[in-house]
């Protein structure tokens, strides 16, 4: 089956500074990358997905982009706010699979004033 | 106002015990899923269902059941058999295939 890692488990940056998480996965035929953000003591959401048939996406301050040879997926956060702070989770997802993703471990992202 | 519904938000079992979490969708969205959520594990998931009377293992199953007769609900039974029970259990659903998953606020289960 699918297996996502992602790095870093945490990660401090100070406000206005760029913050980076980074995913691999394992199969080959994922085509689906949903980033979800937790904020504390509340439910995970959607920011931005990207599927296999572009390699970058962007929505005003986040953006994802995608290496299917390298079979990696980062998310990029330019200006970072302190509501940016929060666990992020990435995902991978295959057609035909059920939408049955696999998530990655999170990364616990604090945005430092 | 469309969403989904996770109860109750705290849970005490005592071991031993069966206990039963539920969720509710007024999405009208097919497909359903549970995930358990534990410290530095992310989301694991459990069970899915992709239509009513219809679900599919996950891959942590053991301990737990499902079921699907109502396209808006998908309760899930945490059995005595679960070894490991104290977790935070988070319900969602989606329109479709690889499409965007909405969660509900999720149920702490406790073990005592």
């Known amino acids: 089956g699918e297996n996502v890692e992602q790095h870093p488990s945490t990660l401090s940056v100070q406000e206005g500074d760029s913050a980076v998480i980074k995913c691999t996965y394992s199969?080959?035929?994922?085509?689906?990358f949903p980033w979800y953000k937790q904020e504390l003591g509340k439910r995970p959401q959607l920011i931005i997905d990207?599927?296999?048939?572009?390699g970058e996406k962007k929505d005003q301050r986040i953006a994802v982009t995608l290496n299917k040879t390298a079979k990696h997926f980062s998310l990029h956060i330019t200006e970072t706010q302190p509501e940016d702070s929060a666990v992020y989770f990435c995902?991978?997802?295959?057609?035909?699979?059920?939408?049955?993703?696999?998530f990655g471990t999170g990364t616990q992202l604090k945005v430092e004033l | 106002d469309g969403g989904i519904t996770q109860s109750p938000k705290y849970l005490f079992r005592k071991e031993g015990q069966n206990v039963t979490l539920s969720c509710e969708q007024n999405?009208?969205?097919?497909?359903m899923y549970w995930y358990r959520q534990d410290p530095g594990q992310g989301l694991r998931l459990i069970y899915y269902?992709?239509?009513?009377?219809?679900?599919q293992k996950g891959d942590i199953a053991e301990g737990y059941s499902v079921s699907r007769e109502k396209k808006e609900s998908f309760p899930l039974t945490v059995t005595s058999a679960q070894k490991n029970p104290t977790a935070f259990y988070l319900c969602?659903?989606?329109?479709?295939?690889?499409?965007?998953?909405?969660f509900g606020q999720g149920t702490r289960l406790t073990v005592v």
């Open positions: 969602a659903s989606s329109l479709g295939e690889n499409t965007e998953a909405f």
């Open positions: 199969d080959s035929a994922s085509n689906y």
């Open positions: 990207i599927r296999s048939n572009v």
């Open positions: 995902a991978g997802g295959v057609t035909g699979g059920g939408n049955k993703l696999t």
């Open positions: 999405l009208n969205h097919d497909a």
């Open positions: 269902s992709q239509i009513v009377n219809d679900f």
